[in-house]
Each structure stands twice: as structure tokens, then as C-alpha cells.
């Protein structure tokens, strides 16, 4: 079955500091997502990637970064980590490749990973 | 634009009671719609998906949920309903704009079962 890896579950970070977040998955899929979740605002897209070293921006990109050097993983990057950037990490994956009918679009995610910046 | 609204923050259901998970889009297109469910302390769960074909999907753990064109919704269903299926529930429509296939999220639904 799909599997989706993040590094963290949990993470506690001093302001300014440079956050790495770490996913992996195992399913070959291309496409490759991170958004944060909060209360109230649902999911929103932080970053995707669609290949190997493709890279696009979602709805609130700003004080991210993201790299994908294969395929297997996408790093979303705190560049200098600010307390509104406390929040619960979520990525996930999908194929775009032929797939059975259950499995087509759907995006499956990992874990989940909480942040809190002091 | 490509949006999707979740009107309840919160349904409270007796177990063994039917309950509903509301959900509506607005869409260009024809649109692709799906329910996750993220238990306490866990990542999102697929249950169920409609892209194509009937209107009543059925998923995982018993849930189904109906697409309605007329009334552009998709809200989450189940007969009889379990303490266990108390977790946050979100609905999600595809997204093509920018040409790229993404996913919008309704800002999800708290569902607590009563024993």
C-alpha cells in the first residue's frame, strides 16, 4: 500500500532558526505536496512539485522553500523560523501515471509533523 | 474560482444514530470531489472520491456520500454511526487552475459520536 514518511512528528524550534521537513514516499508517484493545517483554515498549499527538481508555488508560499532532488523526496525549508509558522506540516503524494480507479487523483499523506516556534 | 465550504464546525450524533457531514462546491467543470478523515494526532485518510458515474459513492468504514449536480453538494453519510468515528472530517475539490492539478480543502467538520 501507499506509503507516506515525514522525518518529525513532533518539532520545537527557536525563532530564526532554518527548519528542515523531510518527506518520503515509496509509491515512485510524482506529484509531491506540503500544506499546513490549522484550526479553522482547513489545509493550504505551501508548495508542490510535479518531478524531480520541478517546483511550483501554492496559496502561501512566502518564508518557505522546497526541494526535490528525487523523486522518492520533497523538504519543505524554513529559512528563519517565525512563530506564526507554528502549525501541523502535512505532505502527501499521487501518481499521475495509469492507475486503477481507486487510486486515480487521490493524494495520500503522511503522518503529519507539528511545529512549534518559541 | 474553485471552492468548497464545510457550513458546520461541529456535528454532535448519538452512536447507532444516521449522520450527515455537509459539504458544498463551486466549481467550473465538472468536478472531482473527495472526503478525508484525519483522526487525533494522524494525518488525512482518504474514505471516498467522486470523479465519474453514480451519484451515491460508497467508501471506507461504512461512510457514503452523495453527489448532488443540482444542489452542488457532496455530504458524507452513515447509517449508524460509531464512538470511533469521531475525528475531524474534510472535504476537497480538484483544483485545475494555473494548469496545474491541485486540491482545495473545506476547513473541516468536527464530528463527535456520543456513546
Known amino acids: 500500500d501507499v506509503k507516506v514518511t515525514q522525518s518529525s512528528r513532533y518539532l520545537v524550534k527557536r525563532t530564526g532558526e532554518k527548519v528542515f521537513l523531510e518527506c518520503v514516499q515509496d509509491?515512485?508517484?510524482?506529484?509531491m505536496f506540503w500544506y499546513r493545517q490549522d484550526p479553522g483554515l482547513g489545509l493550504r498549499l505551501i508548495y508542490f512539485?510535479?518531478?524531480?527538481?520541478?517546483?511550483e508555488k501554492g496559496d502561501i508560499p512566502e518564508g518557505y522553500s522546497v526541494s526535490r532532488e528525487k523523486k522518492e523526496r520533497f523538504s519543505l525549508i524554513l529559512e528563519s523560523a517565525s512563530t506564526n509558522q507554528t502549525s501541523m506540516y502535512l505532505c502527501?503524494?499521487?501518481?499521475?501515471?495509469?492507475?486503477?480507479?481507486?487510486?486515480?487523483?487521490?493524494?495520500?499523506f503522511g503522518p503529519g509533523t507539528r511545529l512549534l516556534v518559541l | 474560482a474553485q471552492s468548497v465550504a464545510q457550513p458546520e464546525d461541529q456535528v454532535n450524533v448519538a452512536e447507532g444514530n444516521p449522520l450527515t457531514v455537509k459539504c458544498t462546491y463551486s466549481?467550473?467543470?465538472?468536478?472531482?470531489l473527495f472526503w478525508y478523515v484525519q483522526y487525533p494526532n494522524r494525518g488525512l485518510q482518504f474514505l471516498l472520491k467522486?470523479?465519474?458515474?453514480?451519484?451515491l459513492v460508497k467508501g471506507s468504514y461504512g461512510f457514503e456520500a452523495e453527489f448532488n449536480k443540482s444542489q452542488t453538494s457532496f455530504h458524507l453519510k452513515k447509517p449508524s454511526a460509531l464512538v470511533s468515528d469521531s475525528a475531524l472530517y474534510f472535504c476537497?475539490?480538484?483544483?485545475?487552475?494555473?494548469?496545474?492539478?491541485?486540491?482545495?480543502f473545506g476547513a473541516g467538520t468536527r464530528l463527535a459520536v456520543h456513546p
Open positions: 502527501a503524494s499521487r501518481s499521475t501515471g495509469t492507475q486503477v480507479e481507486r487510486r486515480r487523483e487521490t493524494q495520500y
Open positions: 509509491m515512485d508517484h510524482e506529484n
Open positions: 512539485s510535479y518531478d524531480v527538481k520541478m517546483k
Open positions: 466549481v467550473s467543470g465538472n468536478p472531482y
Open positions: 467522486y470523479i465519474t458515474g453514480d451519484n
Open positions: 476537497a475539490v480538484r483544483d485545475l487552475s494555473g494548469g496545474y492539478n491541485k486540491l482545495i
